[in-house]
């Protein structure tokens, strides 16, 4: 449940208060304070925060305001609503690139190396990774399922999709064997490790950039390294690693 309400965008305090809310039914914002045992100017924060989100309601009886979750089985039509904005944000914005593109200052400085924090930022990284056409990865599925099953799966599905050349060393567990049945194909290689190679992170070798990211049971993090030579590195590591196995 706590990875529901994770990417429904909520924290660990609003979540709390949101079930709380759901036991409460309609109340005001001072009895919910009281039940989630927090000052009631940091509720109304919250409050805020859950409105935003379109998971909560307001209205006013007898001049006092009240707070009220939606019906959960409206939590669908909620995401169905952000699907649709953002595919038509996508749409608006595959319109807009060229324009863009030439306001953009090509001669600008890029770091070298870029610091990414939190799930949606490393979704973000995993969502890059997935524009290359050729890429490398040393992953422990179990953890990654654990932490990220979305990722697992979507990744899998277009690197089918998109005819990606991808070569993976997974961590020796039950979800590796269940990873390559589902998932090995010609043009996707996969090679299970040693048992005796475990660990909680996950490498990802590019053309001229490297992505490390560590799989924590709170915090999830990443770091970028953009550099062809030590890209080519890696590479030249991970391709030795690969023929010995």
């Given at each position: 449940?706590?990875q529901?309400?994770?990417?429904?965008?909520?924290?660990k305090k609003?979540?709390e208060?949101?079930l709380?809310?759901?036991?409460?039914g309609a109340?005001?914002?001072?009895?919910?304070?009281?039940?989630?045992?927090?000052p009631?100017?940091?509720t109304?924060l919250?409050?805020?925060?859950?409105?935003a989100?379109?998971l909560?309601?307001?209205?006013?009886?007898a001049g006092?305001?009240?707070?009220?979750?939606?019906?959960i089985k409206?939590i669908?039509n909620?995401?169905?609503?952000?699907q649709?904005?953002i595919?038509?944000?996508?749409?608006?914005?595959?319109?807009?690139?060229p324009?863009?593109?030439?306001?953009?200052?090509?001669?600008?400085?890029?770091p070298?190396?870029?610091?990414?924090?939190?799930h949606d930022?490393?979704?973000?990284?995993?969502?890059?990774v997935l524009?290359?056409?050729?890429f490398?990865?040393?992953?422990?599925?179990k953890?990654?399922?654990?932490?990220?099953?979305?990722?697992?799966?979507k990744?899998?599905?277009?690197?089918?999709?998109?005819?990606?050349?991808?070569?993976?060393l997974?961590?020796?567990?039950?979800?590796?064997?269940?990873?390559i049945?589902?998932y090995?194909?010609?043009?996707?290689?996969?090679?299970?490790l040693?048992?005796?190679?475990?660990?909680?992170?996950?490498t990802?070798?590019?053309?001229?950039?490297?992505?490390?990211?560590?799989y924590?049971?709170k915090d999830?993090?990443?770091?970028?390294?953009?550099?062809?030579?030590l890209a080519?590195?890696?590479?030249?590591?991970?391709e030795q690693l690969?023929?010995?196995?």
């Amino acid at each position: 449940m706590d990875q529901l309400f994770k990417n429904l965008g909520l924290n660990k305090k609003e979540t709390e208060t949101f079930l709380k809310m759901l036991e409460l039914g309609a109340q005001p914002a001072s009895i919910i304070a009281k039940h989630i045992n927090f000052p009631r100017s940091s509720t109304y924060l919250i409050l805020e925060n859950l409105k935003a989100l379109n998971l909560i309601e307001e209205f006013k009886r007898a001049g006092i305001k009240y707070f009220k979750c939606i019906p959960i089985k409206n939590i669908s039509n909620v995401l169905k609503a952000k699907q649709s904005k953002i595919e038509h944000t996508l749409e608006i914005l595959a319109k807009e690139i060229p324009t863009l593109e030439s306001l953009e200052n090509k001669l600008s400085i890029t770091p070298k190396i870029n610091f990414f924090e939190g799930h949606d930022a490393v979704m973000n990284v995993y969502e890059n990774v997935l524009k290359e056409k050729e890429f490398y990865t040393i992953f422990n599925p179990k953890i990654v399922k654990k932490i990220m099953p979305i990722y697992v799966q979507k990744a899998a599905e277009t690197i089918k999709k998109e005819k990606l050349n991808v070569k993976e060393l997974i961590a020796d567990c039950k979800e590796a064997k269940e990873y390559i049945k589902a998932y090995k194909s010609a043009n996707h290689q996969i090679k299970i490790l040693p048992n005796t190679m475990q660990f909680d992170s996950d490498t990802i070798i590019c053309d001229d950039h490297i992505f490390m990211i560590s799989y924590g049971e709170k915090d999830i993090s990443a770091v970028g390294i953009y550099n062809k030579s030590l890209a080519q590195t890696q590479k030249t590591i991970f391709e030795q690693l690969w023929r010995k196995i």
